[in-house]
């Protein structure tokens, strides 16, 4: 825990303790910059990864598409090979001496016709799918041209908000930097630590009536007669940071 601060003759507390406020609100700011400068990136690969998601489908979808139309094509095949093999039993028909033999021909032939039958039915279904592909495919690119342009609006938006927030970053760095140098090198590095070990905050104003707006713990009455007249830099008692009094 820092310890009580006894100002050197001569030296400005009450400046020094302005200074560390001043730098407090800008570290305040330069962390939550930072951290939009680390969310929009990946707010960016959202945007990207969703649009993407429904480019897949489409594809996946057209894949599906071709197949069917793959599968109707050898259906088709499949048919004219039936086709040719009852005109074959057709022309056997004439040749056969027996009875039986003709029967048996026959008996083929009825069964060619039922495999036709069979195959028309499947052509039938994988047209069917077709339609529902197609329909789909053209529904799923029309919602995909509409998502691709509110994707490259959305990037575009958060393109320019993420180079406002670094240029407003350096500005504020470089104002840190500024004020950070108004500071003796002694207390500058003590606060450095509390606010590397206090998750970046190294100063709290007293909550009225009596506390730590950083750690929320009572400040003792004895501290808080210490604090008013602000002459010394003093930390909480229970987390450290420097207290200081509400303007
Ligand atoms: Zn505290």
Not at 107 to 112: A, D, F, G, K, L
């Amino acid at each position: 825990m820092a310890t009580a601060r006894v100002p050197a003759p001569g030296e400005d507390l009450d400046g020094q303790l302005r200074i560390l406020i001043e730098l407090q609100t800008l570290d305040t700011k330069i962390a939550g910059l930072e951290g939009e400068a680390a969310r929009l990136p990946q707010e960016i690969a959202r945007v990207r990864a969703e649009v993407d998601e429904m480019r897949n489908q489409v594809a996946g979808t057209k894949t599906k598409l071709d197949a069917a139309r793959k599968d109707t094509r050898a259906k088709e095949k499949d048919l004219d090979d039936s086709q040719v093999k009852r005109q074959k039993f057709e022309g056997q028909l004439y040749q056969v001496k027996t009875n039986k033999e003709y029967s048996a021909v026959l008996t083929e032939i009825e069964e060619v016709k039922q495999q036709k039958a069979r195959i028309e039915e499947e052509i039938l279904t994988l047209m069917e799918r077709h339609e529902r592909l197609a329909g789909a495919i053209k529904e799923a690119e029309a919602q995909l041209k509409a998502a691709e342009a509110q994707g490259a609006a959305e990037e575009k938006a958060l393109r320019e908000k993420l180079g406002a927030v670094e240029a407003d970053l350096a500005v504020t760095r470089s104002d840190r930097a500024g004020v950070a140098r108004e500071l003796p090198v002694n207390i500058l590095a003590d606060y450095e630590r509390l606010l590397r070990g206090r998750g970046g905050l190294a100063l709290a104003v007293v909550t009225m009536p009596n506390l730590c707006s950083g750690c929320r713990m009572t400040i003792t009455p004895q501290r808080l007669q210490e604090l008013k007249p602000q002459n010394t830099l003093l930390p909480c008692e229970a987390c450290g940071r420097y207290l200081y009094w509400p303007a």
